[in-house]
């Protein structure tokens, strides 16, 4: 009788920790993942393109709500042949947040929204550049592990304003606005840092993300 009880108790206390496990999901967990973007226009020996490496760190508040710092750097290159004509190189910091929802065993889908903050130089020109944007972006999380996954977004919807200052004259200010980056390129932004899209993100971002 003794080992009964004992057995219904082990078993009680088993089925509580797992509801709690499971009610409580990712909550307190820290992730680090790392956004990379490339982007890439050619005609003949003419090429631009637009490459971004963002580290992120980021704390799950709520079982499906993550929130988290990105701080990386973007460079874009305009060349023709060998010459470079322009090459900007730049820092971006980017806080986020972002919401989970569970598709299918360990399939998630992901809405992030983002507020990046980029600066820096044309170093050929000596043109500075600084950007705010508002991007909202949905994903694909696929967890290998409860440790790892891995994870492929894309922009929905992105707000920048960007100012180009040269090293004489006016600075020029830049505002656009983009659904799943479909806005045609503006000639003064590609005239000044060789970039290959009105905004200094690149639509596509795949990285690996690990939790602990």
Do not use: C
């Amino acid at each position: 009788m003794k080992k009964l009880v004992l057995a219904a108790g082990i078993l009680i206390i088993s089925l509580n920790a797992q509801a709690q496990e499971k009610s409580e999901g990712l909550k307190g967990a820290w992730f680090v993942t790392s956004q990379f973007g490339y982007q890439q226009t050619k005609s003949g020996d003419e090429k631009a393109t637009n490459l971004s490496i963002i580290p992120i760190v980021g704390n799950f508040i709520t079982p499906s709500v993550a929130v988290g710092a990105g701080v990386g750097m973007m460079n874009i290159k305009s060349e023709t042949g060998s010459v470079t004509n322009a090459s900007t190189n730049l820092i971006v910091i980017e806080p986020l947040v972002r919401k989970y929802w569970n598709i299918a065993g360990n399939f998630y889908f992901f809405g992030q929204l983002a507020t990046p903050i980029i600066t820096g130089k044309e170093k050929e020109a000596n043109t500075k550049v600084s950007q705010f944007g508002l991007a909202m972006s949905g994903g694909f999380d696929f967890f290998v592990t409860k440790n790892f996954s891995v994870e492929f977004s894309y922009d929905l919807a992105n707000f920048t304003t960007t100012t180009i200052k040269p090293d004489s004259g006016d600075s020029t200010t830049i505002t656009n606005f983009s659904l799943a980056h479909v806005a045609t390129a503006d000639p003064i932004y590609v005239d000044a840092l060789g970039g290959s899209m009105p905004n200094l993100t690149t639509p596509l971002s795949f990285g690996f993300k690990f939790i602990f």
